[in-house]
């Protein structure tokens, strides 16, 4: 597969790859550490694929340049792109689109809802490592990836880390499909117990912080919004 605006040769591999411990490996400490922020990034303990889906971009050379990893979360059935990024030297070189564009063909469904996390760029400065969150949201924009009108932050993803506040939750819809106005409620509610829990444990249920989350999702349904009406979603923690 190419990216036509750079004219790199992209080869992409998923989690059934022979080699894909080998490269995951690799995204993991040569794209992934670096390229996230202490409490939203945490190295597995063992990298292997266990049948969550991964897509790892390599240039001809070999070395692995990008990629993106979901994990999906079975009783709410919602699928999260936990990551997306690009080594620096790569990126707006079109390797992101690539990655994009094979994700949802090869992960999404249409009964599917698929999320990701985004840091808010009213919040957020540009960092050389971490990259631009105006020109992220501009390309995930791009991609037709939704805003859910929620003031979102993400659970510890250990117990001696802090949340990662002042964060945006997209929807990405399935190729060729029109995001609905508005997203059931209680589907996003059960996503995001079901994700705290996994991250921090049940006692995130009595948790305040978290429950004023949830409140702001008890209504029959939750608007989405275009990245350029980000105003119109509400700021939290």
Not at 21 to 39: K, N, T, Y
């Amino acid at each position: 597969m190419t990216a036509p605006q750079s004219g790199l040769n992209i080869r992409l591999f998923d989690q059934d790859s022979p080699r894909a411990a080998e490269l995951l490996r690799e995204l993991h400490d040569g794209v992934l550490r670096p390229s996230f922020r202490r409490e939203e990034y945490i190295s597995p303990a063992v990298i292997h694929p266990g049948g969550r889906p991964a897509l790892i971009a390599c240039a001809d050379d070999g070395q692995v340049i990008g990629g993106a990893l979901g994990e999906l979360y079975p009783v709410s059935g919602v699928l999260l792109l936990g990551y997306l990024a690009i080594r620096p030297g790569f990126r707006g070189k079109g390797v992101g689109s690539v990655l994009m564009t094979a994700l949802r063909k090869r992960w999404l469904e249409p009964d599917t809802l698929t999320v990701l996390e985004m840091d808010d760029p009213r919040y957020h400065a540009p960092h050389p490592d971490h990259g631009d969150p105006e020109a992220r949201l501009r390309f995930y924009g791009a991609a037709g990836v939704w805003l859910l009108a929620i003031p979102y932050f993400q659970p510890r993803l250990r117990s001696d880390l802090p949340r990662g506040y002042h964060l945006l939750l997209g929807v990405i819809p399935p190729a060729g499909a029109v995001p609905p106005a508005a997203i059931p409620a209680q589907q996003v509610r059960a996503f995001l117990l079901e994700y705290f829990e996994d991250c921090e444990g049940d006692r995130v249920r009595d948790d305040a912080e978290v429950q004023r989350l949830l409140d702001a999702c008890r209504g029959p349904e939750i608007d989405l919004v275009r990245v350029e009406d980000i105003g119109r979603v509400p700021t939290g923690g």
